[in-house]
């Protein structure tokens, strides 16, 4: 099983340009995350879904939009990219939301 | 809401070294609380996970941790760090009636010296 999975692993973006990562993951798990990793900082919540069909924000949503295309599939999409959102990206899943977590192997991300 | 809070940000240990990495978090009610893993360039992966009964939890690689539900906290020790276990250690904590999102401490980074 490939777990999750993300794409891209890397990108740059020049301020104001959009796009969206994509994290599918194959464990038929219910609830999924994404996460953003900043030095000295952690791991700080973006969005959640508990379940298809739901999405909610977590500590940090603000500059992001969140789509649970399917079970499997949960996109981040940053709609106009500032320098603040430089950072590393993680999707992660569970197969309920008090589980653990299992993470995908992050998309750097570079905003100029 | 619930916070984690880790007090060591960086540990340096030489080889054969016993860790005890500290976690403490701000909750009352029943919690779930994990230690993870993230070496480097990689993702994070669980080491160990606490839901309910024997409050000492055993992990992969030699790591346990210790649920002291007085304390609120969620210690993680191994006897005898070896270089490998260079990484980046966070702790997390989650609570049915916090719609069981897990809330991470800001990670510990060990160093181990061969």
């Known amino acids: 099983n490939a777990g999750v999975t993300q794409t891209p692993k890397f990108q740059v973006l020049k301020t104001g340009q959009s796009m969206t990562l994509q994290c599918a993951q194959d464990m038929n798990h219910n609830s999924m995350y994404w996460y953003r990793q900043d030095p000295g900082m952690g791991l700080r919540l973006i969005y959640y879904s508990a379940s298809e069909g739901t999405t909610d924000k977590g500590e940090v949503p603000n500059g992001y939009n969140v789509s649970r295309l399917n079970k499997r599939e949960f996109s981040l999409r940053l709609e106009s990219a500032a320098p603040s959102q430089t950072s590393v990206y993680f999707c992660?899943?569970?197969?309920?939301?008090?589980?653990?977590?299992?993470f995908g192997p992050g998309t750097r991300l570079t905003v100029t | 809401a619930q916070s984690v809070s880790q007090h060591n940000h960086h540990v340096i240990l030489s080889e054969a070294a016993s860790l005890e990495l500290g976690c403490n978090y701000s909750y009352g009610g029943t919690v779930n609380l994990f230690w993870y893993v993230q070496y480097p360039g990689q993702h994070l992966q669980l080491l160990l996970k606490?839901?309910?009964?024997?409050?000492l939890v055993k992990g992969i690689k030699g790591f346990e941790a210790e649920f002291i539900k007085s304390k609120f906290s969620f210690n993680l020790r191994k006897p005898s760090v070896q270089w490998s276990d260079t990484a980046e250690y966070f702790c997390?904590?989650?609570?049915?009636?916090?719609?069981?999102?897990?809330?991470f401490g800001d990670g510990t980074t060990l160093t181990v010296k061969p």
């Open positions: 997390a904590v989650n609570a049915n009636t916090n719609a069981g999102k897990s809330t």
């Open positions: 606490y839901f309910s009964g024997d409050p």
């Open positions: 992660a899943s569970s197969a309920r939301q008090v589980h653990e977590q299992y």
